[in-house]
């Protein structure tokens, strides 16, 4: 038993765009990175706003997810109506990997450690620097207790850093945020040949589907059906393919 399960902490989340579901489907995991790359899947196919910045502090070689059911770019795409996903994986598959904890404000701090500065300090709460990264991690399970029992009450939202890819299990659920977009990901899973369940729950926040972002999406899946080693256009909400 973890810090995770030791807190009665179920499921671990990683939000993506719908359309990447298939890829997902396919291949069964998330990859970080490098393993993106070597799939074939240029540098747009990253998000536009978190692709240079993670590289940069040293996360690129991480696989991302949450614990949080409300996570800021999960909120921000769907209030522009452009249709996400949560995958909700089981605890117990991420304890069985190798993973650290960060604050997402604090990977979203600039004071990084680098040129001379000694970044965002270092503590039990805050983590600690390895490997190179110019942002501190709790990499021990005591500094991982110690994060979670401080910042958890205070509501706020921890990342959870799995080295390298994460391999999916059949009881990986997809979290839907409205009935047609729970339509859309059944069929996209069954393309794919993924068995995981899909269910509609409420958005964490304000989300009417955006016509033009769902005919995007729906010519994305179809060019991505017909042609097995396409990999994508780059299509994010603030970049729609007309």
């Known amino acids: ?41 240029p540098f747009r196919h990253l998000r536009s706003t978190s692709r240079g910045r993670d590289v940069e502090r040293g996360f690129g070689r991480y696989t991302h997810l ?16 452009f249709p996400h996903v949560g995958l909700a994986v089981p605890t117990s598959v991420i304890e069985a ?35 190179g990264l110019q942002i501190p991690v709790a990499r021990t399970d ?16 921890i990342e959870v850093l799995v080295h390298g890819d994460l391999q999916l ?11 047609a977009d729970a339509e859309l990901a059944k069929d996209t899973l069954l393309k794919a040949g993924a068995l995981w369940a899909v269910t509609a729950s ?4 304000p989300y009417l589907r955006n016509a033009e972002h769902v005919r995007s999406i729906e010519s994305y899946l179809d060019q991505a059906l017909s042609a097995p080693a396409w990999r994508g256009n780059g299509l994010e909400f603030d970049r729609v393919m007309r």
């Open 169 to 179: 299990p059949d009881i990986t659920e997809v979290v839907c945020y409205s009935d």
């Open 97 to 131: 990997v190798a993973f650290d904890l960060c604050r997402f404000n604090v990977a979203m701090t600039r004071r990084l450690r680098r040129n001379g500065s000694p970044g965002f300090p270092e503590s039990r709460t805050n983590g600690r620097y390895y490997d």
């Open 1 to 41: 038993m973890t810090a995770l399960t030791r807190r009665s902490i179920e499921k671990v989340y990683h939000y993506t765009p719908l359309h990447y579901l298939l890829f997902i489907g396919r291949s069964n995991a998330l990859l970080c990175k490098p393993s993106l790359a070597a799939a074939g899947f």
């Open 202 to 205: 409420d958005p964490p926040g």
């Open 66 to 81: 949450t614990l949080g059911h409300d996570a800021p770019i999960l909120k921000a795409k769907l209030a522009v109506g």
């Open 142 to 157: 005591e500094d991982k207790s110690a994060m979670l029992d401080e910042h958890l009450p205070k509501g706020t939202m």
